[in-house]
């Protein structure tokens, strides 16, 4: 897993799950940075609160949902999972357009392995990377 986060192919139902392991408690931004079908990079920017197995999060046992619109994509990584240190853990990826269709298979075929998951801490001690798609 290296730096705490590991690439994960595309499944099956156009969703991408990178697995993630967040190494302390606190507060974390991702950065997902993606090509959609326009061929520019885009970067999502999502902030997180992880727990621990001592003091669990605000909402432990609940669904994360970190989503933000960029252009006319809804880009969401999501858990339904506890998001706790030192637990592995998935995130699913997905983007969808303003039709309500899915564009992650999109997304996965123009990407190829140029998308990236960067995750760091809020006193900017700690890095963690994945690329989400493989070739």
């Keep these: 897993m290296g730096m ?15 697995e993630i392991v967040f190494p302390t408690d606190g507060q974390y931004v991702l950065f997902l ?17 992880v727990g621990s197995s001592v003091k669990p999060a605000p909402t432990p046992g609940l669904q994360v949902s970190l989503t933000q619109q960029i252009g006319d994509l809804t880009v969401t990584l999501k858990s339904d999972q506890p998001i706790i240190a030192k637990h592995p853990i998935y995130m699913n990826f997905e983007a969808i357009d303003a039709q309500g269709q899915s564009q992650t298979a999109v ?29």
Excluded: C, W
Aim: hydrophobic share 40%.
């Design 4 to 18: 705490g986060a590991a690439p994960v192919v595309p499944k099956g139902n156009g969703v991408i799950q990178p």
């Design 107 to 135: 997304i996965a075929g123009m990407t190829g392995n140029n998308s990236q998951l960067l995750i760091v801490d809020d006193k900017l001690t700690k890095l963690l990377h994945t690329r989400l798609y493989q070739s």
């Design 33 to 49: 940075e993606f090509y959609p079908s326009n061929g520019l990079k885009e970067t999502a920017a999502l902030s997180l609160t």
